[in-house]
């Protein structure tokens, strides 16, 4: 275990639901940011909150919704998504900076769309 | 921006053997991290090694351990004795050392897909 914790581990929706992809960490961490991962494709960064602050948005289609109401949680809030969104969707922290500074992840969400 | 570049998409091993995976990146920061992070199938992505840019010692774990070159910006791992469940995807990650202020982010390279053969 890492310390990040995600849930669902697997979500499987039509293209007309609306869902929530959570994450979750306890390890003083104050960055936490999202990743698209596909199949034969690197890790894409989708978001990135910086002490509660939405720092980065990659060009992310706004069928995702971010959300981070505190320094611990993180959400992806997903409605009206396509078949090519189908992917394993990872969330991870890390501190800002530090002499142990790396990257620690969850196990993901694998997310199909039907 | 920072690219890292790993240009082993497959790789194999047999078990007991060395197999060394290559990493090269861009940057113009002189202070970052470098990270071998492992993904076993259907497993959690977790840390293998990390190096700091400063430190000229090459960074080792049990079997893993790294060539870290900054002036050429190639970190490659190097895993011996291989095991069956060192088969997964490895991925060669680029962090910059940020400020107080600001943030960091961590880069992937594509990966390496590493089977090891019984």
């Known amino acids: 275990e890492t310390g990040v914790t995600q849930t669902p581990r697997h979500l499987v929706m039509g293209m007309t639901n609306k869902k929530s992809l959570k994450c979750e960490q306890h390890?003083?961490?104050?960055?936490m940011y999202w990743y698209k991962q596909s199949a034969k494709k690197p890790l894409e960064l989708m978001f990135v909150?910086?002490?509660?602050?939405?720092?980065e948005n990659n060009s992310v289609p706004s069928r995702f919704s971010p959300e981070c109401p505190n320094s611990s949680h993180l959400f992806l809030h997903l409605h009206t998504l396509q078949p090519e969104d189908s992917a394993l969707y990872l969330c991870?922290?890390?501190?800002?900076?530090?002499?142990?500074?790396?990257?620690?992840f969850g196990q993901g969400t694998r997310l199909t769309v039907v | 921006a920072q690219t890292v570049t790993q240009s082993q998409p497959e790789m194999s091993v047999q078990e007991a053997e060395t197999v060394t995976l290559s990493c090269t990146y861009d940057?113009?920061?002189?202070?970052?991290?470098l990270f071998w992070y492992k993904q076993p199938p259907s497993r959690q992505m977790i840390l293998v090694i990390r190096?700091?840019?400063?430190?000229?010692q090459n960074a080792t774990e049990n079997r893993f351990s790294v060539n870290f070159q900054k002036a050429a910006k190639s970190f490659s791992l190097k895993i011996s004795d291989s095991q069956l469940g060192d088969t997964a995807m490895y991925f060669c990650?680029?962090?910059?050392?940020?400020?107080?202020?600001?943030?960091?982010?961590?880069?992937f390279g594509p990966g390496t897909s590493l089977s090891v053969i019984p």
């Open positions: 991870a922290s890390s501190q800002v900076m530090g002499p142990n500074t790396e990257a620690f």
């Open positions: 390890l003083g961490h104050n960055a």
């Open positions: 909150y910086n002490f509660k602050e939405q720092t």
């Open positions: 940057t113009s920061e002189n202070n970052y991290y």
């Open positions: 190096q700091e840019a400063y430190k000229q």
């Open positions: 990650a680029f962090m910059k050392h940020g400020e107080k202020t600001s943030y960091d982010k961590v880069i």
